[in-house]
């Protein structure tokens, strides 16, 4: 994503942005966003001068300053198996939910978050966003005192107000991430941050013998892009661990005379628009990523961010959420750590089987992916799926149960009333509701 610093003249700003969520037959997908500056991690003192509300105003919002305390690494779980969501706190505010994103060039805050804040909306001059599929504006934003993650504290962060998928708090993007250094293991669900000696030293300590080789970093507008040999020759692809699934230019596809591989009916929405039809999968295999290679189901899709950045495809959370590596931004690489005398395998990820990624997302512990795979049931209108529904009929989380039903009775309608399942959902809202018949 681009800013272009506004100039007195210049009404409004424009920047490119990735963000998007896209729900499907076949489960969950994407979503990007992205720009920085890469630096270090700070040290626990900061004397340098903080911006001050008019610089926000008139120039680009700041992303706060990041500093980590003594002993200078730390820890935290991943609340989720499909995306690197944890848990921070916002101005003393506990348990908010964040999404760790390389490919968003800001921070955000949910509209539902910035009206818990005590902190002041402020206007800022209007910034037009471009999104995979169109463009949005955002003219909003908070400045909020101190975000908190593990030993973290990112001080003053400037956080835009937009709409965030899957109960979101907001979004850490690269002007936080930047300034540290990432380890990401999210098949252990943990993420690690220090500065760059402190998290070689850890992975030295967790993966003895490992191979570690290093993927260069192109910076591109402010993204970090990187080239990927596959099957279908060299791919400029996004970093983007905000992303679900793995995107791919259909036009690049033409290009490299791939067809899509199958089509499922889903629901694609980002910061821009949203959409129910035929979303296209093709198929990129033999894709290398350090000694790992994988073949990847890639959703189809176009539009500015693909076009300004003259982009292939965008890399996500189900390929980079597979295997442990390093994001250090500071020397422009990611450290891809793979298995001993080139025992990594070959991993295939996707498939056409739709409920096989509607199970997966039901099954994880961040319970709104459970709510949106369940809402994509109940759009699907198959009652294939209603084996996913039924058993959370029985889930004491009330809002699980209550979707669960909702899918089941939208699913099997009036044809359907007889149906053990359909009766068993009505029984649930009943006991929900007694004034219910």
């Not at 978050?113 to 909003?140: F, I």
């Not at 979004?171 to 220090?194: D, N, P």
């Not at 080789?213 to 192109?218: A, F, G, K, N, Q």
């Given at each position: 994503?681009?800013?272009?610093?506004?100039?007195?003249?210049?009404?409004?700003?424009?920047?490119?942005?990735?963000?998007?969520?896209?729900?499907?037959?076949?489960?969950?997908?994407?979503?990007?966003?992205?720009?920085?500056?890469p630096g270090d991690v700070a040290t626990t003192r900061d004397?340098?001068?903080?911006?001050?509300?008019?610089?926000?105003?008139?120039?680009?919002?700041?992303?706060?300053?990041?500093?980590?305390?003594?002993?200078?690494?730390?820890?935290?779980?991943?609340?989720?198996?499909?995306?690197?969501?944890?848990?921070?706190?916002?101005?003393?505010?506990?348990?908010?939910?964040?999404?760790?994103?390389?490919?968003?060039?800001?921070?955000?805050?949910?509209?539902?978050?910035?009206?818990?804040?005590?902190?002041?909306?402020?206007?800022?001059?209007?910034?037009?966003?471009?999104?995979?599929?169109?463009?949005?504006?955002?003219?909003?934003?908070?400045?909020?005192?101190?975000?908190?993650?593990?030993?973290?504290?990112?001080?003053?962060?400037?956080?835009?107000?937009?709409?965030?998928?899957?109960?979101?708090?907001?979004?850490?993007?690269?002007?936080?991430?930047?300034?540290?250094?990432?380890?990401?293991?999210?098949?252990?669900?943990?993420?690690?941050?220090?500065?760059?000696?402190?998290?070689?030293?850890?992975?030295?300590?967790?993966?003895?013998?490992?191979?570690?080789?290093?993927?260069?970093?192109?910076?591109?507008?402010?993204?970090?892009?990187?080239?990927?040999?596959?099957?279908?020759?060299?791919?400029?692809?996004?970093?983007?661990?905000?992303?679900?699934?793995?995107?791919?230019?259909?036009?690049?596809m033409k290009v490299r005379n791939v067809d899509p591989t199958?089509?499922?009916?889903?629901?694609?929405?980002?910061?821009?628009?949203?959409?129910?039809?035929?979303?296209?999968?093709?198929?990129?295999?033999?894709?290398?990523?350090?000694?790992?290679?994988?073949?990847?189901?890639?959703?189809?899709?176009?539009?500015?961010?693909?076009?300004?950045?003259?982009?292939?495809?965008?890399?996500?959370?189900?390929?980079?959420?597979?295997?442990?590596?390093?994001?250090?931004?500071?020397?422009?690489?990611?450290?891809?750590?793979?298995?001993?005398?080139?025992?990594?395998?070959?991993?295939?990820?996707?498939?056409?089987?739709?409920?096989?990624?509607?199970?997966?997302?039901?099954?994880?512990?961040?319970?709104?992916?459970?709510?949106?795979?369940?809402?994509?049931?109940?759009?699907?209108?198959?009652?294939?799926?209603?084996?996913?529904?039924?058993?959370?009929?029985?889930?004491?989380?009330?809002?699980?149960?209550?979707?669960?039903?909702?899918?089941?009775?939208?699913?099997?309608?009036?044809?359907?009333?007889?149906?053990?399942?359909?009766?068993?959902?009505?029984?649930?809202?009943?006991?929900?509701?007694?004034?219910?018949?």
């Amino acid at each position: 994503m681009n800013l272009a610093l506004p100039s007195v003249r210049a009404p409004r700003r424009s920047v490119r942005i990735g963000a998007s969520l896209a729900l499907l037959a076949s489960g969950a997908c994407t979503h990007p966003v992205s720009n920085a500056t890469p630096g270090d991690v700070a040290t626990t003192r900061d004397d340098r001068a903080k911006p001050s509300a008019a610089e926000a105003e008139e120039g680009d919002l700041p992303p706060g300053r990041v500093t980590i305390d003594d002993p200078g690494i730390f820890s935290i779980p991943l609340e989720s198996g499909v995306l690197p969501i944890v848990r921070c706190e916002l101005d003393g505010a506990a348990s908010r939910f964040a999404l760790l994103d390389t490919g968003a060039e800001g921070s955000l805050i949910s509209p539902s978050q910035a009206g818990r804040m005590r902190c002041e909306r402020r206007k800022m001059e209007p910034l037009v966003v471009s999104s995979p599929s169109a463009a949005a504006e955002m003219d909003t934003y908070l400045r909020v005192p101190q975000v908190l993650l593990g030993l973290m504290k990112i001080r003053d962060p400037s956080l835009p107000v937009a709409a965030l998928p899957l109960d979101l708090d907001c979004l850490l993007g690269s002007g936080v991430l930047t300034q540290t250094t990432m380890l990401m293991e999210a098949k252990s669900r943990r993420v690690t941050f220090g500065s760059v000696s402190r998290i070689e030293e850890a992975v030295r300590k967790k993966h003895p013998g490992d191979t570690l080789t290093d993927v260069r970093l192109t910076p591109a507008q402010r993204l970090f892009t990187l080239v990927v040999e596959t099957g279908s020759g060299p791919m400029k692809l996004l970093l983007d661990t905000g992303a679900m699934r793995t995107m791919v230019n259909p036009l690049a596809m033409k290009v490299r005379n791939v067809d899509p591989t199958y089509t499922h009916e889903g629901y694609f929405e980002d910061f821009a628009s949203a959409r129910t039809g035929e979303l296209e999968f093709f198929r990129i295999r033999d894709v290398k990523l350090g000694e790992w290679t994988f073949d990847v189901d890639a959703v189809g899709q176009s539009g500015p961010l693909f076009d300004e950045l003259q982009l292939d495809g965008i890399l996500g959370f189900d390929v980079l959420g597979r295997i442990p590596w390093v994001f250090d931004p500071a020397a422009t690489r990611i450290v891809v750590v793979s298995p001993p005398g080139g025992d990594a395998g070959h991993l295939s990820i996707g498939s056409d089987d739709p409920e096989a990624d509607l199970r997966r997302m039901c099954a994880d512990t961040y319970e709104p992916f459970t709510l949106a795979a369940l809402g994509t049931i109940s759009i699907a209108h198959e009652p294939s799926y209603l084996d996913i529904a039924g058993p959370l009929l029985a889930d004491p989380r009330s809002r699980v149960g209550e979707m669960a039903a909702y899918a089941i009775m939208k699913t099997l309608g009036e044809k359907w009333r007889d149906d053990e399942m359909h009766h068993a959902a009505i029984q649930w809202w009943r006991q929900r509701d007694p004034s219910e018949k």
